[in-house]
């Protein structure tokens, strides 16, 4: 589970309103669209395979996270390997995150702090870096992959001095230590989570939020349902389901936005700010 790990190119695939056969599913992350022209019954298998009639990942979950450990570990520890080949879109994402977060932090009543923030699906450290660090005094770094937290302890510079803790987890079992962060960033790896374990997820997120914390959403929106990812063993939700997920952790979207200047070949981005 990485930041960015895949830019969620679309190619030639549907128009907002084009029905897709997914087959009763319900995830999300970087996912390529199936492009209309592979037949119906090619899609049924594929959603099939990830997804059972609840619509989460149904038959073999081990499977499903090892798949995507497997491709990270092959994915080289730079910027453009974290966003997919795309990493001329970094400082864009960061400028629409910066301008995002700064409209909750600060003092006074309702305000988030910026003592300790949490990047969860870190990779190298690209978000913490360029958006965290520069905003709190400490950032915790979480990440499936070993080589990725590795290169972040250089690829941070002096400012890794600032990092608290480098945990190598799965967001899937990762317990964040209750009451510990003003803001909780989890961004482009919540496909890689099954439903329940996403509701899951955002509920111990929840405890370890200071008061007045915020969660972070940014990630690949589909339009309509979910598209699955056998490239890296993920899935992409739209937002009528990532809202739904969002209610059943007992957690409320308070501000949203969709990220803007991003090529037109990638999903649409959005950023949900919880409490």
Request: glycine letters at 10%; proline letters at 4%; aromatic letters at 8%.
């Amino acid at each position: 589970m990485t930041d960015g790990h895949r830019a969620g190119r679309t190619g030639s695939g549907p128009e907002p309103g084009q029905n897709i056969d997914t087959a009763g599913c319900s995830q999300s992350s970087f996912c390529l669209f199936i492009h209309p022209t592979i037949h119906p019954s090619i899609v049924s298998h594929l959603s099939l395979r990830l997804c059972g009639q609840d619509g989460d990942v149904a038959e073999d979950k081990s499977s499903f996270y090892s798949n995507a450990e497997d491709y990270w570990k092959e994915v080289p520890p730079t910027v453009d390997g974290m966003l997919g080949g795309y990493g001329s879109i970094s400082s864009i994402d960061i400028s629409g995150s910066k301008a995002f977060l700064r409209k909750f932090l600060g003092d006074g009543e309702g305000k988030t702090g910026t003592g300790r923030a949490l990047d969860c699906g870190a990779g190298i450290g690209r978000i913490s870096k360029r958006l965290l660090l520069p905003l709190f005094r400490t950032v915790d770094l979480v990440d499936v992959t070993q080589e990725f937290l590795d290169k972040a302890r250089t690829f941070l510079g002096d400012d890794a001095k600032r990092v608290g803790n480098y945990y190598c987890c799965g967001l899937q079992e990762f317990v964040p230590e209750p009451d510990r962060y003003d803001v909780i960033w989890i961004q482009w790896v919540i496909g890689h989570l099954t439903d329940d374990h996403l509701v899951a997820f955002l509920r111990r997120c929840q405890k370890a939020l200071r008061p007045a914390g915020l969660i972070i959403i940014k990630d690949n929106v589909s339009y309509e349902g979910v598209v699955p990812d056998d490239v890296d063993s993920s899935v992409c939700r739209d937002m009528d389901i990532v809202r739904r997920l969002v209610g059943r952790a007992g957690l409320r979207v308070v501000h949203e936005e969709q990220q803007l200047n991003f090529p037109k070949e990638i999903y649409q981005v959005h950023t949900l700010a919880l409490r």
